[in-house]
């Protein structure tokens, strides 16, 4: 492999950007107020995520006009929706791809089936996503046929890993490095400007030699024999899904940068023109509440997804709260250029293990993704990459998650390109298990030889609490911890497994700048005049949410919370289906600490029965929630 060489420390800025400010000693501004990358030795420098959204976030969603509008039905809604859909469908698109939005009023929509977005341009809209049916358009999905079904499918609905393409050409530059987007082919002169090809980068025994045959962790007792092996020749291909911008000579330039290291000596990868069978685009979901209905919070037999984002680019999924999902609230595959902004996705309903809870999951072949400004509760996994090494580019912003049993992490098997930024835990861990709350490391004989999880990827200034954020260094790769609150290690333990760690710098030190790495490199590219200055209502936390006391009670108990500054704010109790009992406060507090007492009554003055209750404090857009029992 050919090393660049390490950027001096001594030509570094000066750090100190304001009072009380610091920067990175690894990507920093310059005079001009341009980001640098430092690459270390082995050439792996931070790489720019800022092409994650739709439209690489270099245009806005658009508002599409409504077309048509329709009313809920008593009984079953499904072929309702669908035929309002399909009507919409078959009208002509505009010159923008757009066709228009079926705008589903304020009411419950009973949903038994699962609805289809298959058309390219048309949005599916209600009026709101809260929990009142007369002003929020409601989908509860009913029944559980066929078992474990999905509520939406936006796109042409299957997982193609974008497998289809035509004229295959070698790369011939010996590495491209992370972060760049230009390579010499053979022979360029199938290709044109604007062509949409695959990078395929063979999983090849060389390759898996270099990575330690994945890091799978395979000869320890706890390892189950035959299932927890070391990968296997063509198990892990690295894909990227791109879009050609330039081509001089046989040097093809391209819109988004490479993730991880293509060395030639380890694997001859090449490009070929995709065919895009089946790929929809410009889909839009907004507006709208998917409850699932369930009968505990351990009950499967139910609606397993709310949404399933197939085979579509350039879509949306924005202001829409999911809850009750066994899997995921939002789940992507074989998809590009997806934003998923100012969503809910809580207190998903199964048992607590494996292949569940994840509430926001980008599986296989899902690449620049944008979830931001989104929050998650109760799951198990609440912001992850599950799609090994087809996944890439993948961006949670200014997120936050309460309630989670485990971390939010790269998953399995080299996602690469994953940057959490900002992302906030606001309770820390679970009482009674395991403290990690965010994780880029290794996963060794984790699940089915999961090993290496992510590479390349990045946490930049996020919190977790009293939890841990576990971050360690891949073989030919890194993983970053930049400006993070937390016990942020890669020793082991905490980390489950011992490889080294990765870097980390200015751990619980405030003052980070940029504020937001994503918004900094975005601001670099020239799409936006100024980076976002702070989390919207979210930086600095402002609630503090205790647990209640005496807890199990008896016929009261006390709760407390404290405000950092004045807000308006609704504490309410509701039962383990997520019903709510009763308001306990709502209006305008004062900054400081409060007690409430909850008597065990409804909102009709009613004594409720002895069982498993939540009390939910929302502040502004913040909201933390507690579990207690009360005991006749």
């Known amino acids: 492999m050919i090393f660049r060489r390490l950027i001096p420390m001594l030509l570094l800025p000066c750090l100190l950007v304001a009072q009380g400010s610091w920067q990175s000693q690894i990507v920093y501004y310059d005079s001009n107020n341009k980001l640098v990358y430092v690459h270390d030795g082995e050439g792996n420098r931070i790489p720019d995520f800022s092409y994650a959204g739709y439209k690489n976030s270099e245009q806005p969603i658009p508002d599409v006009p409504v077309v048509k509008t329709i009313a809920p039905i008593v009984g079953d809604n499904t072929q309702h929706i669908q035929d309002a859909l399909f009507e919409i469908g ?103 400007v604007g062509d949409n090809i695959i990078i395929f980068h063979p999983c090849t025994q060389a390759w898996l030699s270099a990575v330690d045959t994945g890091g799978t962790f395979w000869w320890l007792p706890a390892a189950e024999p035959g299932v927890d092996v070391p990968w296997t020749v063509d198990s892990q291909p690295i894909v990227y899904n791109r879009n050609i911008t330039a081509i001089e000579g046989n040097k093809i330039t391209i819109d988004v940068p490479v993730y991880n290291p293509l060395v030639r000596s380890l694997s001859q990868s090449y490009i070929y023109k995709y065919t895009r069978m089946g790929i929809r685009t410009k889909i839009g979901i907004e507006k709208l509440r998917i409850d699932i209905q369930a009968n505990g919070v351990a009950d499967e037999n139910h ?100 309630g989670a049993y485990t971390s939010s992490e790269g998953h399995r098997r080299w996602t690469q390109g994953m940057l959490y930024d900002n992302v906030i835990d606001l309770d820390g861990p679970r009482p009674g298990f395991n403290p990690r709350l965010l994780g880029l490391y290794c ?21 977790v609490a009293a939890g841990d954020l576990i971050v360690q260094k891949p073989p030919t790769g890194q993983n970053y911890a930049i400006g993070c609150f937390g016990n942020i290690s890669g020793q082991s ?51 503090k949410l205790y647990a209640n006391y005496p807890n199990p009670f008896n016929p009261s108990t006390r709760i407390r919370f404290e405000l950092s500054e004045a807000s308006d704010i609704e504490l309410v109790i509701s039962d383990v289906l997520g019903r709510k009992i009763v308001t306990l406060a709502a209006g305008h507090f004062r900054s400081g600490s409060h007690e409430l007492f909850w008597n065990g009554l409804n909102d009709r003055g009613r004594p409720v029965s002895s069982g498993i209750y939540f009390y939910l404090l929302k502040a502004g857009r913040q909201i933390q929630s507690r579990k207690m029992v009360l005991l006749r």
């Open 90 to 192: 078959l009208m002509p698109a505009d010159n923008n791809g757009i066709r228009g939005a079926l705008l589903l009023e304020a009411g419950e929509y009973e949903i038994q089936g699962t609805i289809h977005l298959a058309f390219s341009g048309v949005v599916l809209r209600g009026v709101g996503d809260g929990a009142d049916p007369d002003s929020n358009t409601v989908l509860k999905a009913t029944g559980d046929s066929p078992h474990w079904r999905t509520v939406i499918i936006a796109g042409g609905g299957s997982r193609t890993n974008w497998a289809d393409g035509v004229d295959v050409r070698d790369i011939i530059t010996d590495t491209v490095f992370v972060g760049d987007n230009q390579f010499e082919v053979t022979d360029a002169s199938p290709f044109s």
């Open 303 to 402: 609606a397993w997804d709310a949404i399933d984002m197939y085979q579509l680019e350039d879509s949306w999924v924005r202001d829409c709260t999911m809850l009750h999902f066994g899997l995921s609230a939002v789940k992507t595959g074989t998809a590009t250029r997806i934003t998923i902004e100012n969503c809910r996705a809580f207190d998903p309903r199964a048992t607590v293990e494996g292949g569940k809870m994840y509430n926001f999951q980008m599986y296989r072949s899902s690449q620049q993704i944008l979830v931001k400004d989104c929050q998650a509760r109760n799951g198990r996994h609440h912001y992850m990459s599950n799609g090994t090494s087809s996944a890439s580019g993948i961006v949670f912003l200014d997120c936050t998650s309460s």
């Open 443 to 463: 996963r060794g004989h984790y699940g089915t030889s999961h090993g290496w999880a992510a590479v390349h990827s990045v946490a930049w200034a996020c919190d």
């Open 493 to 543: 333990p905490p980390a489950p497994f011992p490889v080294p760690e990765g870097y980390i710098e200015g751990t619980n030190q405030p003052g980070l700048e940029p504020r937001s790495l994503f918004y900094a490199q975005l601001a670099d590219r020239g799409i936006v005049s100024t980076v976002k200055p702070k989390r919207p209502e979210a930086i600095p936390t402002i609630l």
